[in-house]
């Protein structure tokens, strides 16, 4: 049963924030400084955590604070929320019985909380809560994406939407999915782990207005289009949760007609950015603060790619997030978007620090950081329309999908060839044809499996990888 002050207050979200959108640069900025300024003191009457973290910097500009990693946060959970009796034991309590039992996610929890946890595929496993305040945010967040889509949504024109991520309860999207499902949304959820017949069936039956997928399998439904087994005519494809390349784009718009939109969001702050009509990703900086910063934790120039990105949620309250650490390299765009909204244009989202491999040297030494991109470079074209590597003690393994007959040893020199410009050593590579790529618990086709570092941090070298 859909939650009727829930659903009425997201729609209020929405409708205040369209009108955010033709703010002047001013008036997002007093709204910036007014909602951190509002965060930071519900932070230090309420949180016993921030309250030392930014012990001696309580005026500080926003800057100065110390940053707050998800081992950080994890590490001292029952002080960093604000509210007495909220714990850390209980939450993953109930998080497992959702699992367990298979109940619904989208019904709050205790009457006034939802949550939610990471894949842990990073590190350690985040957990996050949610009241309804906020979650009612985290939900027009996600619309937001919706609107600059222009996707229609009301009595009228019930928005019929099909997600194919993870069903997971535990997962966000499946929280957020369950929370929407009503009348108004009816929604179709699909597994990206089943087999890729049945979601063409099923959406096939369903008929979605909106799509909405992990890149790598919205990829996969695009050649079933074309050829012809899936039949549905969505008015707009919107990719979230993993990167979308740009061949990947051109088989979505091949296939429907239209260019995707790109939806950038993660489980500790719902959504950061997504496109406009014209394509590009525009930060939702009235929602969220978002850093761009290097190894050192030093701001880089737009157009210049980060190490990690630090992001405050302004609308955060019951676990508050400032200067979270995201380990997502993100680079900014220095042009505006003719667009008209104030918000920053984010030039491009290039995974996770963890997907930088280091392979040896030739000559010795530290080691050559290899970035995913230049993989991106030889391994996305219409021959493969997906590929995964693995770094193993002995080399790299390729994982690619194809056509049939596709010559793996010519991808195979192209890439030793790549890596030898860089300085590489020619380590022993292996590329496999296969139907389908492995996924994670939560359906996601990483793009890039590094071996952890050597003793002390070392990047591993060919033989100490073993």
């Not at 001013?26 to 509002?38: F, S, V």
């Not at 950080?72 to 959702?98: K, N, Q």
């Not at 959820?189 to 087999?195: G, H, I, L, M, Q």
């Not at 590009?280 to 990690?308: I, K, N, W």
Request: a positive charge; one cysteine or more.
């Amino acid at each position: 049963m859909v939650d009727a002050a829930l659903l009425a207050r997201t729609l209020a979200f929405r409708a205040a924030w369209r009108v955010r959108d033709g703010w002047s640069t001013g008036q997002l900025e007093l709204h910036r400084r007014r909602a951190l300024a509002a965060l930071r003191r519900h932070a230090y009457q309420r949180s016993a955590f921030y309250r030392q973290h930014h012990a001696r910097l309580l005026a500080a500009p926003l800057s100065e604070l110390p940053p707050v990693t998800k081992s950080e946060l994890m590490g001292r959970f029952d002080e960093v929320v604000t509210v007495d009796g909220l714990r850390l034991a209980d939450v993953e309590a109930h998080l497992r019985e959702l699992t367990d039992r298979r109940a619904d996610p989208g019904r709050a929890w205790r009457h006034r909380w939802w949550a939610a946890a990471t894949a842990g595929t990073t590190g350690r496993r985040g957990v996050f809560v949610w009241g309804r305040e906020e979650w009612a945010a985290v939900l027009a967040s996600y619309a937001r994406a919706n609107d600059w889509a222009g996707v229609r949504l009301g009595l009228r024109a019930p928005l019929r939407m099909a997600v194919v991520s993870s069903l997971n309860p535990t997962h966000q999207s499946a929280v957020v999915g369950a929370a929407v499902r009503s009348h108004l949304v009816p929604t179709l959820r699909a597994d990206a782990a089943t087999p890729l017949q049945e979601t063409v069936l099923a959406l096939n039956d369903f008929a979605p207005r909106l799509l909405v997928g992990y890149a790598s399998v919205l990829g996969e439904l695009a050649a079933e289009q074309r050829a012809g087994r899936l039949r549905i005519r969505p008015e707009a494809v919107m990719s979230a949760s993993e990167v979308l390349s740009p061949t990947l784009a051109a088989e979505m718009t091949t296939a429907w007609g239209s260019q995707p939109f790109d939806v950038y969001a993660a489980t500790e702050t719902a959504g950061i950015a997504s496109s406009c009509e014209r394509r590009r990703r525009h930060l939702y900086e009235d929602l969220v603060v978002c850093e761009v910063v290097d190894d050192a934790y030093s701001p880089v120039p737009a157009g210049t790619p980060g190490s990690r990105l630090l992001v405050t949620v302004l609308f955060s309250r019951t676990v508050p997030l400032i200067r979270y650490e995201l380990t997502d390299r993100v680079v900014l765009d220095p042009d505006p978007c003719p667009c008209g909204r104030p918000y920053q244009v984010l030039g491009g989202v290039e995974g996770r620090t963890e997907e930088v491999l280091t392979l040896p040297a030739r000559g010795g030494g530290r080691g050559v950081r290899v970035h995913p991109n230049v993989f991106h470079d030889v391994l996305d074209s219409p021959e493969v329309t997906g590929w995964q590597i693995s770094q193993e003690p002995n080399g790299l393994r390729v994982l690619v999908t194809g056509r049939q007959g596709l010559a793996t040893g010519a991808v195979a020199e192209r890439l030793q060839h790549a890596l030898g410009d860089l300085g590489v050593t020619a380590p022993e590579l292996r590329v496999d044809l296969v139907e389908r790529l492995p996924r994670t618990t939560l359906g996601k086709s990483r793009l890039i499996r590094a071996l952890p570092s050597g003793p002390g941090g070392a990047p591993p070298t060919s033989r100490s990888a073993g």
